[in-house]
Nanobody, 119 residues
Framework: QVQLVESGGGLVQPGGSLRLSCAAS????????MGWYRQAPGKQRELVAR???????NYADSVKGRFTISSANAKNTVYLQMNRLKPEGTAIYYC?????????????WGQGTQVTVSS
């Protein structure tokens, strides 16, 4: 089992910045990748950014060049630095851990943190 706790959401003006944090605990040795997803009202949850244990990253086209995913603390904490935020970035942001063990793969989710981009 992996537990994820997010922090750092809030209200920001368009063009502003926020940094989200996600701390993982539990069976962190099994984590293959961690990522951030978001879900806006009335829309499906979508991938924002993902970081594998090997250091590979991928980003949604809509955030490339503005968002950066990184990790620290022996990779049990992942960050999402969000710059030049746009109103369409308003959503609940969820941290995800992709866990791989001998018995299979599992997805774990945090509780979500609200990001609101508005003037």
């Amino acid at each position: 089992q992996v537990q994820l706790v997010e922090s750092g959401g809030g209200l920001v003006q368009p063009g502003g910045s926020l940094r989200l944090s996600c701390a993982a605990s539990g069976s962190i040795f099994s984590i293959y990748a961690m990522g951030w997803y978001r879900q806006a009202p009335g829309k499906q949850r979508e991938l924002v950014a993902r970081l594998t244990s090997g250091g590979s990253t991928n980003y949604a086209d809509s955030v490339k060049g503005r968002f950066t995913i990184s990790s620290a603390n022996a990779k049990n904490t992942v960050y999402l630095q969000m710059n030049r935020l746009k109103p369409e970035g308003t959503a609940i942001y969820y941290c995800n851990a992709d866990s791989r063990t001998a018995v299979g793969a599992s997805d774990y989710w945090g509780q979500g943190t609200q990001v609101t981009v508005s003037s």
